[in-house]
Structures are given as structure tokens and as C-alpha cells.
T-cell receptor, first 112, second 112 residues
Framework: DGGITQSPKYLFRKEGQNVTLSCEQN?????MYWYRQDPGQGLRLIYYSQIVNDFQKGDIAEGYSVSREKKESFPLTVTSAQKNPTAFYLCASSYPRVAEAFFGQGTRLTVV | GESVGLHLPTLSVQEGDNSIINCAYSNSASDYFIWYKQESGKGPQFIIDIRSNMDKRQGKRVTVLLNKTVKHLSLQIAATQPGDSAVYFCAEKNFGNEKLTFGTGTRLTIIP
């Protein structure tokens, strides 16, 4: 089955630790995205990547880092510099110059 | 990157009635405007898109209207059903850099 997979679904970390969220797609999409969603609120863009080996900061990139070494993978690291990391994180991918993006099921990160 | 604490506006509609969800967008340079539906605990799903040079597009039970003069986008859902209960987000995509950003969502509740 083609799709976009985020893992794990739930993640717990201690304050001050870096944590990496996985996002893998087998849709052959060039563009990939990371969003943060807080309870009862909208999606805010963290980072996005048009193509492998390239990525740009979104609206709330501070405290996060990404890499795009392979077309199918776009991992997000939440660093200890992120002041409020507890949130629901969503990854998406799309073909270039196409409106529709496909989303993963999300990772709920809780930092204690 | 702090949340401003805004909560989603809500709309309650009687089952079988039509619903209209509105969105104000900010970037006149966007190439496409898009509507997504998000059910609780899941990633958003694409509903319909409209190219920036159009003002109306119809799908199955849904119609999107674009008013570029006042930067306004709306989603009309005909004959609402219980399964339409969800949060609806508008989004904009720029084909130059593939940036995909989301607007404020609306929580739609269908009353049986």
C-alpha cells in the first residue's frame, strides 16, 4: 500500500532531551512538510522540503531541525531549545505543482 | 513559536441542511487554495482545491468559492450528514517554493 507513515504514534520524553520523529513516504513525492498542532488549534508549518537535499524554514522553525537525505524520508528533531515541545506533530507530502497533500496519522509528543 | 491561544470557531448545523465555512487568506500570490477535513486524532484529508484564477469549483456535495477582491474563501457542504462533523481547514499553496500553509480551522458539528 502506498502512503505516508509517521512513527511512533505516541512519544514521551524528559525535558532537556532531543527527540527525533520519523516520517516515511512511498508515494514518490518530492515535497514533504512538518506541522505542529496544539489542542484545539490549527496547523503551523515548521519546515518543508521541495526536493531531496533541500529544505526551508517554515513559520515556527526555532528549536527544530530536519534533514532530507533520501526522497522518501524527512525526519524531524525536536531539540531541547524548543520551549514548549508537547504537541501533535503531522508530516505531509505532495507532488510538485499539485494542490493535494497527503498526511500521516501524526505523532503525539509529550515532554515531562 | 508560542501559541497565541486562539481556539477554533465552531459551527453547528442541522443534519440535512447546507453549511458554509469561511476563511480569510493572506497571500495573494498563492497558486491554489485548498480545503482539508480533519477528524479527531487523525491527519487532515484533502477535500477540494481551486486554482487562483478561478472563482468557483464544484465537487460531490461540496462547492468552493474564491473572492480575490476581499481575500475570502468559502466551502459549502450540501445536505450535511453526521460524517461531516470534523474540523475544516483552508490552506494555500505556492508552486514556486511548494510552501503549504494553513489558515484557522472551523469545527463543524452536525446536529441529528
Amino acid at each position: 500500500d502506498g502512503g505516508i507513515t509517521q512513527s511512533p504514534k505516541y512519544l514521551f520524553r524528559k525535558e532537556g532531551q532531543n527527540v527525533t520523529l520519523s516520517c516515511e513516504q512511498n508515494l514518490n513525492h518530492d515535497a514533504m512538510y512538518w506541522y505542529r498542532q496544539d489542542p484545539g488549534q490549527g496547523l503551523r508549518l515548521i519546515y518543508y522540503s521541495q526536493i531531496v537535499n533541500d529544505f526551508q524554514k517554515g513559520d515556527i522553525a526555532e528549536g527544530y531541525s530536519v534533514s532530507r537525505e533520501k526522497k522518501e524520508s524527512f525526519p524531524l528533531t525536536v531539540t531541547s531549545a524548543q520551549k514548549n515541545p508537547t504537541a501533535f506533530y503531522l508530516c505531509a507530502s505532495s507532488y510538485p505543482r499539485v494542490a493535494e497533500a497527503f498526511f500521516g496519522q501524526g505523532t503525539r509528543l509529550t515532554v515531562v | 513559536g508560542e501559541s497565541v491561544g486562539l481556539h477554533l470557531p465552531t459551527l453547528s448545523v442541522q443534519e440535512g441542511d447546507n453549511s458554509i465555512i469561511n476563511c480569510a487568506y493572506s497571500n495573494s500570490a498563492s497558486d491554489y487554495f485548498i480545503w482539508y477535513k480533519q477528524e479527531s486524532g487523525k491527519g487532515p484529508q484533502f477535500i477540494i482545491d481551486i486554482r487562483s484564477n478561478m472563482d468557483k469549483r464544484q465537487g460531490k456535495r461540496v462547492t468552493v468559492l474564491l473572492n480575490k477582491t476581499v481575500k475570502h474563501l468559502s466551502l459549502q457542504i450540501a445536505a450535511t450528514q453526521p460524517g461531516d462533523s470534523a474540523v475544516y481547514f483552508c490552506a494555500e499553496k505556492n508552486f514556486g517554493n511548494e510552501k503549504l500553509t494553513f489558515g484557522t480551522g472551523t469545527r463543524l458539528t452536525i446536529i441529528p
